[in-house]
């Protein structure tokens, strides 16, 4: 499927723009597999236009995702990423507050962190936003969260900014809302926002909080240096941390009972996997249509 692939690209010599929808499925969806999108084609700022066209056209994202010109946006989102677009970040957060769906908008869900961190601090107040809209579905509205510890990482002046925005996620009060109060609240932890930990517990009181995600409130306490030892056996295995975030493979049923034999120390994920990349158990299918489901 992806016959050309994007290390043998020279810089293009027509429009570049045109070369995007060549390139196939990517190499990797980690931000470390990401080819230099500006260098390889000569892209600049005037592309950026054309670039967001490329990248919310619905057409390709329902298009059969066999074909090459399918994957043309996450290639132009990524572009955009590195020219440091944000005019890209508005219509970008479109796509995924309705439907945040890899079968809407294929790579958005491993890619999108990585492109707002790396777009910077100018898409703060557009996150904010994003998660304050009562329109944001839960898994655009996580994607948008676990943006935030990615973008102190590279800039830590915006600690309690982002600390702020988490904070109020974590306080809101809705039964829908239990995948972002959790997400929020692990990515406090991520950030050590012991500043944060009376709306946490508030989370944990009206039972808003997923503790496959971050942990029972003894994990968050021991975590932000509150607590030294925990005082009641451990329920459950926590899901990852947000530097390697993605989706549990576990079903809900197998996170209801009780796990007596799990470790103290949170488990950690492996390798990230793209969704649409062939599942590592050998079966031939997408890992979307297996092993992730």
């Not at 999108?37 to 298009?63: M, N, W």
């Not at 677009?85 to 491993?110: F, Q």
Request: glycine content about 6%; aromatic content about 6%; charged content about 25%.
């Amino acid at each position: 499927m992806n016959e050309t692939q994007v290390s043998e690209i020279r810089p293009a010599d027509t429009d570049p723009i045109q070369r995007l929808p060549t390139l196939g499925l990517p190499d990797g969806f980690a931000l470390k597999d990401w080819p230099d999108y500006p260098a390889l084609f000569g892209l600049g700022p005037d592309h950026v236009p054309a670039l967001i066209g490329l990248a919310v056209d619905p057409a390709l994202h329902q298009a059969d995702k066999e074909m090459a010109e399918s994957w043309a946006p996450t290639h132009a989102w990524r572009a955009l990423a590195q020219l440091r677009a944000e005019t890209a970040i508005a219509p970008l957060l479109k796509l995924i507050e309705k439907d945040g769906s890899e079968d809407t908008v294929p790579g958005a869900l491993d890619d999108f962190a990585d492109v707002f961190a790396t777009i910077g601090p100018a898409a703060i107040p557009y996150l904010a936003a994003f998660l304050a809209n009562p329109a944001t579905e839960p898994e655009g509205a996580t994607i948008a969260i676990v943006t935030l510890p990615k973008i102190v990482e590279q800039h830590p002046a915006c600690r309690d900014e982002c600390v702020g925005i988490l904070t109020r996620a974590v306080a809101v009060e809705s039964d829908s809302y239990v995948p972002t109060t959790s997400w929020a609240a692990a990515c406090l932890l991520d950030l050590a926002a012991v500043e944060s930990i009376d709306t946490i517990r508030a989370a944990f009181q009206r039972d808003a909080i997923d503790e496959s995600i971050c942990g029972d409130l003894e994990d968050v306490e021991i975590a932000l240096g509150l607590r030294v030892s925990r005082a009641t056996p451990k329920r459950y295995a926590m899901a990852s941390d947000m530097s390697t975030w993605k989706r549990s493979s576990l079903d809900d049923d197998e996170w209801d009972d009780p796990i007596a034999s799990m470790p103290s120390e949170p488990v950690r994920s492996a390798s990230k996997i793209g969704r649409n990349e062939p599942c590592p158990c050998g079966s031939g299918k997408k890992y979307k249509k297996c092993c992730l489901v």
